[in-house]
């Protein structure tokens, strides 16, 4: 482990060089940006001075002019020098962040597995968003923060040593943005968590229409399903643009506060009875502060960044810890029995299906949902495993209560029409830690060991066209055999099968899974030997 730990780490301090020269040239750039313009301002003022007395013919503009012309050249190079460098090592952690967020997503029991890709889509578009907040973080708000502070810290000491009589409205202008910036980041926290949740909510609400496409139309009920995800993509929408108002109106604050520094210490250098040459300082120092004005341009940018990036983090964490702020290892290890009590049975579509359900699922004794098709046992597994909509309160694993977050990383969910995905047998398996050995020996539980072989083995490519139905389901049930949660749900494991065969099949599997909370769906009079039934109306 710590071979392998090594290299990250190592690459990771040789990326901080870079990081380094960025932050350096960024300072450079506002360096040259403010002496550019006090420079200027004061070359400006030197001269109208002079005017036409003797003192013009004995002035030198050669020096300040040159020093005008280097401060422009040093303000680009540094500003397009920061881009490049900046950039460059934004994109080197990317890579280094990247590879360690997948893995913990690729890890997750909630994703390795085509049902979480049919039927979660909105949370993948969050998570790689997410991901880019991580990535761009330093480069959107590190580096132009820490360039502001630092900035508006030294023309403070510069101006309480020069005009300390200008210091008070300065100070007062900053601590008014600070309290402005401090408020737009708590609404943007606000805010991105209401788009977010109206996103999910509508493209939820929106998935399930689709699938229940036929029955609602039949219903007359297709048009007014499709009303609420558009309404709640329009609301994300709306809150996105008030969002952006309160950016707007920011900025205008923000973009106060260097003119009216500028102002102060020029009105207050006046007031202080300089004047004529002595007047030449303060106008440097007051036009530096003008100069920094175009930094604050961006400062609503950096607090919504920012914002962006707390959630973000907070976002990416829940990968590895559940709702209840339980592991996935202890619900691996200790859970014993599921419980619903009183569980209403929701349709994809959100309609009630019959009679809310109180029953106790215990490991080590398999379930049978038994019914009539269209009684609701897909539903009710999909249910469980956190895929559709549950009051989270009736659902408890050995007395603690399970979210939807904590139900999808604690079970194994394989649907009666399984997917296969364009890839290699090897990643269809869904098992990254099992050894080839292991593979092996669920391919040949689920007699599927010579059909593989001879699509070129675990390294073979394949696709949801090369297998025929009872190929695809029972690779689905060598997925279950090589899973590792402690709920594994089976909906309709032998459809496809021959009677023989499923049979056989689902023996093995249970005796692999003799430990675990097994509960599965069958439209015919499936009862394996041992088991419980549960019959739905």
Request: contains cysteine.
């Amino acid at each position: 482990m710590n071979e392998s730990a090594s290299p990250k780490v190592t690459e990771r301090a040789r990326n901080r060089a870079p990081w380094r020269l960025a932050l350096v040239m960024a300072f450079a750039a506002l360096a040259g940006s403010i002496l550019l313009t006090g420079v200027s301002v004061w070359f400006l003022g030197a001269v109208a001075l002079a005017g036409l007395t003797p003192a013009a013919m004995t002035f030198n503009f050669h020096i300040p002019a040159a020093l005008i012309r280097l401060f422009a050249l040093t303000r680009t190079a540094a500003k397009y020098g920061e881009r490049v460098v900046g950039h460059r090592a934004a994109l080197t952690d990317q890579v280094l962040r990247r590879s360690t967020l997948f893995a913990t997503m690729a890890a997750a029991p909630a994703v390795r597995r085509a049902g979480w890709q049919l039927g979660n889509q909105d949370r993948l578009a969050d998570y790689l968003d997410d991901v880019e907040d991580v990535d761009y973080a330093r480069l959107r708000v590190g580096l132009p923060s820490v360039t502001l502070g630092v900035a508006i810290a030294l023309l403070v000491v510069a101006t309480s040593w020069l005009i300390p009589l200008a210091i008070v409205p300065i100070l007062l202008l900053i601590a008014v943005n600070t309290v402005g910036a401090r408020f737009l980041a708590r609404r943007a926290k606000s805010d991105l968590a209401a788009i977010r949740e109206s996103r999910q909510t509508a493209s939820r609400l929106l998935g399930a229409a689709v699938q229940a496409v036929v029955p609602l139309q039949g219903e007359r009920r297709w048009d007014p399903m499709l009303n609420e995800p558009f309404e709640g993509h329009a609301n994300a929408q709306a809150r996105a643009l008030v969002l952006r108002h309160r950016q707007t109106l920011f900025d205008m604050l923000a973009n106060c506060l260097a003119p009216c520094a500028m102002l102060s210490v020029l009105v207050c250098a006046w007031l202080s009875g300089l004047r004529g040459e002595a007047l030449l300082v303060p106008a440097l120092l007051a036009f530096s502060w003008l100069a920094v004005g175009e930094s604050v341009l961006g400062a609503s940018k950096i607090v919504v960044a920012f914002a962006r990036e707390t959630a973000a983090r907070a976002a990416l964490a829940k990968w590895t810890v559940n709702a209840d702020g339980l592991s996935r290892d202890h619900f691996r290890k200790h859970i014993s029995s599921l419980t619903l009590d009183g569980l209403p049975r929701h349709a994809p579509d959100g309609r009630l299906i019959g009679r809310p359900l109180s029953a106790t699922f215990h490991a080590s004794r398999t379930t049978v949902l038994h019914g009539a098709s269209g009684c609701g046992k897909t539903s009710l597994l999909k249910q469980i495993a956190g895929w559709l909509d549950a009051g989270d309160e009736c659902v408890l694993g050995d007395g603690i209560g399970l979210g939807a977050d904590a139900r999808r990383s604690m079970s194994c969910f394989c649907p009666h029409d399984a997917t296969i995905l364009a890839d290699t047998v090897r990643e269809n398996l869904f098992a990254p830690h099992a050894s080839d050995d292991e593979l092996w020996r669920a391919l040949t539980t689920v007699e599927l060991q010579d059909r593989i072989g001879a699509a070129g083995g675990l390294d073979g490519w394949i696709t949801q066209d090369m297998l025929s139905l009872g190929e695809a389901q029972r690779l689905n049930l060598a997925r279950a055999w090589l899973s590792d949660m402690p709920i594994v749900l089976l909906d309709e494991p032998t459809e496809h099968l021959a009677a023989e065969q499923g049979k056989r099949i689902l023996d093995a599997l249970l005796h692999r899974l003799r430990e675990r909370i097994v509960i599965l769906s069958s439209h015919d009079e499936l009862t394996p030997k041992g088991s419980a039934a549960v019959r739905l109306q």
